[in-house]
């Protein structure tokens, strides 16, 4: 009887969770297009991995490193704008917090799209109030979006944005777990400040801040709203994630074999990076323990 109640839940999750991936990655074997995807295409074996991988004209290494470069400009301000946060609520330094923290994390409960479609606003050449805001003190307008290194910049300023709550949120609850004795024994015994965090907080929070940092960095890797929505990965697709770029070759370009191959990869690399950053958290929390 028990097993009865869960079909409608697990015939759910097969059609719309299970098919879509054995599809995706029986896609990745066909030359599948826009003009062939009612039934027409035909088994290609690897040729889709192969053009991805070792054509002369393939842009999957610079999407990759983009991407790659992406997570490692934006994940330690996350890291390190969500911690500082938290600490400073730890430490009850000031009054209100509880307020405080509740408007901190507005960005979370906002829709992701909304919040973009605002920054979009705030960032436009022509009437976006930050540009506004430097005229007005004396300097020049700045093309943000359609500028490849300030589009970047504005990218890790969204991001941060859209993600610093739950790194705050983590990192708090965390904090909030640590006996307040080992920090009056650490005063009694003339531990300044850094000394406190340094051997008795970062070690006691350090898998969960290890495991957030994981998750936002897949996260961060998986970035597809904010590119998009921002300007489309461009200028002239110089800005392109991977997530952007699959979404184009597969729904603008019509190239659906070739962008589900992609996706097949990115999806291994993207296993095999939460699995190795898993393990070697938890070697680490061992050792530290």
């Known amino acids: 009887m028990a097993f009865l109640l869960i079909i409608p839940s ?11 991936i054995i599809y995706s990655v029986f896609l990745a074997f066909t030359n599948a ?17 192969a053009k991805l991988l070792f054509h002369p004209d393939t842009r999957f290494y610079y999407v990759l490193g983009r991407t790659a470069l992406f997570v490692v ?13 938290a600490v400073i609520f730890n430490s009850r330094l000031i009054k209100g917090g509880k307020i405080l923290r509740s408007l901190l ?12 479609l605002v920054w979009r606003g705030l960032f436009n050449l022509d009437f976006g109030a930050i540009n506004q ?3 007005s003190w004396g300097f020049p307008r700045v093309n943000w979006l359609q500028d490849t290194t300030n589009a970047f910049i ?15 949120t983590v990192i708090l609850a965390a904090l909030q777990s ?20 340094r051997y008795i907080t970062l070690p006691l929070i350090f898998r969960p801040l290890w495991f957030a940092t994981i998750l936002t960095s897949s996260a961060s890797f998986q970035a597809f709203l904010v590119p998009f929505v921002l300007n489309g990965g461009g200028p002239a697709r110089t800005n392109e994630m991977v997530m952007v770029y699959g979404y184009k070759e597969a729904f603008q370009l019509g190239n659906y074999g070739y962008a589900a191959a992609f996706m097949v990869i990115i999806s291994l690399i993207v296993t095999v990076f939460m699995l190795a950053g898993m393990k ?8 530290e323990s």
Do not use: H
């Open 280 to 287: 070697a958290g938890k070697m680490a929390g061992e050792e």
């Open 33 to 49: 297009e826009f003009t062939n995807i009612a039934g027409r295409y035909s088994f290609i074996g690897m040729e889709n991995f």
């Open 154 to 168: 504005v990218y890790n300023i969204v991001e941060v944005w859209l993600a610093y709550p739950f790194m705050m």
């Open 133 to 135: 805001m430097l005229q």
């Open 178 to 197: 640590v006996p307040p004795e080992l920090y009056d024994s650490a005063r009694v015994d003339g531990a300044g400040t850094w000394q406190r965090l």
């Open 10 to 20: 697990l015939i759910i999750f097969l059609f719309f969770n299970l098919y879509p």
């Open 105 to 116: 994390i507005l960005p979370w409960t906002i829709p992701a799209m909304l919040s973009i």
């Open 73 to 85: 400009t934006s994940v330690p301000l996350k890291v390190l704008f969500g911690l500082g946060l």
